[in-house]
């Protein structure tokens, strides 16, 4: 993520990552500024970043371009890292913290409801897939496959810019540095992803008016 302390272009694929470092972007010490939408967007970050992690897991044996097999190396590498920030993020300001399973599900302690509801007083992240869509993408290979991963990343993707928009839209949110320019680097790098998948896509058969 670009506005962090130390960038990290892992394996040379194009991926600004966030990465710890000392006196880290979202180690900051708990204050004032922990407010209820802040810890909700953290939360809610997190399943919407492993539902990015297992689309992307499915690529191998699904598809041979390069291209894609980049793109999910980069979403692999950039979601996991700011998992593990957001989690770090919650434990220090001791709010309860998701985890993530084997399978790149999201899961808030002391439930059994998996990440895409997280429970019930939090509804489904903008642009998550739903359980059908995901059986569907497993379901597919080829063009089939890369137009259902391609499509199904850009809606995914433009979900996490509304979810960008309604914290700093939010009265009190994103007051802290941490959060606002953490939730802001989001709002860069999946912008600038949308724009890569969308000229991908455009090189994908069957893809014609997406």
Do not use: Y
Not at 27 to 43: C, K, L, R, S
Not at 92 to 97: G, L
């Amino acid at each position: 993520m670009k506005a962090v302390c130390v960038p990290l272009r892992a394996l040379a694929l194009g991926l600004v990552a966030v990465v710890p470092c000392s006196g880290s972007l979202l180690g900051q010490a708990p204050g004032t500024q922990d407010v209820a939408a802040d810890v909700q967007f953290m939360q809610g970050m997190i399943a919407h970043h492993a539902q990015a992690l297992a689309m992307v897991s499915l690529i191998p044996g699904r598809s041979d371009r390069r291209d894609i097999q980049l793109l999910g190396q980069r979403i692999t590498i950039s979601q996991h890292d700011e998992i593990k920030l957001m989690q770090r993020w919650l434990e220090d300001h001791n709010e309860p913290v998701p985890t993530v399973d084997s399978n790149s599900v999201a899961h808030m302690p002391g439930t059994q409801m998996a990440g895409m509801s997280m429970g019930a007083n939090m509804p489904m992240m903008p642009g998550m897939l739903t359980p059908e869509q995901m059986t569907a993408l497993a379901n597919a290979k080829g063009a089939e496959f890369e137009r259902l991963l391609l499509t199904g990343m850009i809606g995914h993707h433009r979900g996490a810019l509304t979810m960008v928009a309604n914290l700093l839209n939010t009265r009190g949110a994103s007051q802290g540095s941490d959060v606002f320019t953490f939730a802001s680097g989001v709002d860069a790098d999946q912008r600038a992803e949308i724009q890569r998948m969308q000229a991908m896509l455009a090189a994908t058969p069957g893809a014609a008016g997406h």
